[in-house]
């Protein structure tokens, strides 16, 4: 059985559903005995949901004007291909 | 705001190629919040703008070589992650980009007894769901610190997962690292954020 350090170690892939089948019954059977770890793992998920309700999470909105004013740019460049932009 | 449903990839890319100014318009105002999103994660707000802009042209520039190995969509993050690090690499000579392979532990190895079990486990919080943690002015000022202090890496990891919600196999291609670099990236970043809300709980 995993100990405490490996349950938070592998914490993501265990609520991702990234782990390996194999270790699954393992890492689930340390949550039903360890209260603590299912402490960690619990505090884990509202982690995860709070960042994705948190304030950053938000893209920029993008106004209309911008998304107009980068087509023109966009256009610009397509029409001068000698111009070539910094290579990235 | 509420775009109209972006066309196919399929009835997009050939309008693209063609220089379709509408569909120019369509893929701006659906990806560049995005793609701007991403960039500040990466670089930071004051270049991201920027950094987005020039991604487009480079969008634009790769267009006829897009082999179509995945999205349009996760194509051309990954080509802003590209412009992003490139202007990293370009300010500063001592970037740590993402930290992926350090060995620091998940959790402070002193909470731990010689066994590898607890002896310093997690206390209660006194919220239990998002919208009461984040009813906290501290609480979102303290998460938004904790975004902040990671490596770009990280931070855009977390971005692209928790935030704009893609799959782990298109994050590990618009950022170029392997599948269990990727994973690594991500626990490490939401783990320093779940510190950062338990030490602030825990008081
Ligand atoms: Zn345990």
């Not at chain 1, 106004?63 to 000698?82: C, H, N, Y």
């Amino acid at each position: 059985m995993p100990s405490c350090k490996d349950i938070t170690e592998h914490g993501s892939d265990y609520l991702d559903r990234h782990m390996p089948w194999w270790k699954r019954p393992g890492y689930w059977m340390h949550l039903l005995v360890c209260v603590h770890c299912r402490r960690y793992i619990e505090q884990l998920r509202l982690t995860i949901e709070t960042i994705g309700r948190s304030p950053d999470a938000a893209p920029p909105v993008v106004k209309t004007e911008e998304v107009q004013q980068i087509v023109q740019q966009l256009k610009q460049s397509a029409k001068k291909p000698a111009n070539k932009p910094r290579d990235i | 705001m509420a775009n109209p449903p972006l066309p196919s990839d399929d009835e997009l890319i050939p309008r693209l190629l063609a220089s379709d100014e509408n569909a120019y318009t369509q893929v701006v105002a659906a990806y560049h919040g995005l793609m701007v999103h991403l960039a500040r994660a990466i670089v930071g707000d004051a270049i991201a703008d920027e950094v987005a802009q020039e991604a487009w042209v480079a969008v634009l520039r790769a267009l006829p070589k897009f082999e179509r190995r995945s999205s349009l969509k996760t194509w051309i993050l990954r080509i802003v992650s590209n412009t992003a690090k490139s202007r990293l690499r370009h300010e500063s000579r001592t970037v740590n980009l993402g930290d992926a392979l350090e060995e620091t532990p998940i959790v402070d190895p002193s909470r731990f007894k010689a066994n590898a079990h607890w002896a310093n486990p997690p206390a209660m919080w006194h919220a239990d769901t998002p919208d009461a943690l984040l009813a906290s002015t501290e609480l979102r000022r303290c998460i938004h610190e904790a975004l902040d202090a990671l490596p770009p890496l990280q931070r855009a990891a977390v971005t692209l997962r928790d935030m704009q919600g893609l799959n782990m196999e298109d994050i590990c291609k618009v950022l170029e690292v392997s599948e269990s670099n990727g994973r690594v990236l991500l626990h490490r970043a939401r783990s320093r954020i779940q510190q950062a809300i338990e030490e602030l709980e825990e008081k």
